[in-house]
């Protein structure tokens, strides 16, 4: 990943409500989620939402696909593992034994989805 689409991804991340809805997206897997539920799981109005769904998509976190007539989201893994490699990529200078707790922390964890 390079900086600029670091900047992105971290930037649409900055922002409570699309957080949460990246989250939530990351747990529900690769099925997703419908967009109406989305709406009522993070509490946010469907243009309000339609807006943080544009902007973690322009950020390459999410993608969307068409069921019927519903648009389903989930989070884009790729871009995710892409964001976090550039995050711990100067990590350790060398020493991957520092960074390796990552790992284990979100293994042993619990985080407050709200």
């Known amino acids: 990943m390079l900086l600029p689409d670091a900047v992105a991804a971290l930037s649409a991340l900055a922002h409570g409500h699309r957080l949460t809805v990246f989250r939530l997206l990351v747990r529900a897997g690769t099925d997703g989620l419908p967009a109406g539920e989305i709406a009522r799981e ?3 109005l469907p243009n309000t939402l339609s807006t943080h769904l544009t902007i973690l998509g322009h950020a390459g976190l999410i993608q969307s696909r068409r069921e019927g007539r519903s648009v389903i989201y989930s989070a884009d ?3 995710m ?8 990529s100067d990590c350790c200078a060398g020493r991957p034994e520092i960074c390796a707790p990552l790992t284990e922390l979100t293994a042993c964890c ?4 709200k």
């Not at 593992?81 to 711990?88: A, M």
């Not at 619990?110 to 989805?113: A, G, K, N, R, S």
């Open 81 to 88: 593992r892409g964001l976090l490699g550039f995050l711990v």
């Open 42 to 44: 993070v509490g946010v």
């Open 77 to 79: 893994y790729d871009g």
């Open 110 to 113: 619990e985080v407050d989805p």
